[in-house]
């Protein structure tokens, strides 16, 4: 994980390995943060949550990523600000939080810190101008593309009340557009599954069908 040895020799010695099924949920707003979680293998998918229990997914944590969220909130002491879901098989680093701060000491621990909280901002950054500037269909091409991506295989494990939920989207809007894009050849839907056909170039076109579905 580290090449100074006295860091990684702590890292060692504190260091507590969990492995999770897909689709459990590891942490929910307002949880305590004892430990700052580190991917080994698999990844966990972020979301954000509101008090009314209404979701929006915001990023991925791939292998060797921790989540800056925890990281922000373990270092001010604050519960935690999102939800996190295993999206495949996953193996974990959970390091106690009071190692947060102790660890700053070490420049490539503050690296770490620091180049986590940049690439999640930046993330960040990329999900609100989806949000803010993109319609639903291509939010949930976006959607879907990310979350293949991650698992890495074409088939999505979910629900059209899953997707809904974590787009905060009715469902009935989020079939009208899986089937849509099933029409155009992008996905393929079955019962409880969605096969998605990755293509660099496409995007969404603007068609009345999809207007419509909107």
Known sequence: MFTDTKLQREFDQVVVHRSLKAGTEMMRTG????????????????????PEGRERFLYHIMPGESCAMS????????????MAVVEEDADLLLVPARYMEEWMVYPEWRRFVNDTQTQRFGELLETIEVVAFHKLDEQLW???????????????KATH??????????????????HQLQRMGRVTVSRGSIEVHLAADWRPPLDKGLKDAL
Not at 35 to 45: A, M, T
Not at 147 to 154: E, K
């Open 142 to 156: 976006n959607y879907l593309v990310k979350r293949v991506q991650a698992t890495g295989t074409h088939v999505l």
């Open 31 to 50: 949880d305590p943060i004892t430990h700052i979680p580190i991917v080994e293998k698999g990844s966990l998918r972020i979301l954000a949550q509101d």
């Open 71 to 82: 990281l922000t909130c373990c270092g001010s002491k604050r519960t935690s600000s999102v």
């Open 161 to 178: 009340q899953d997707i809904a939920q974590e787009l905060n989207s009715p469902r009935e809007v989020i079939t009208r557009l899986l």
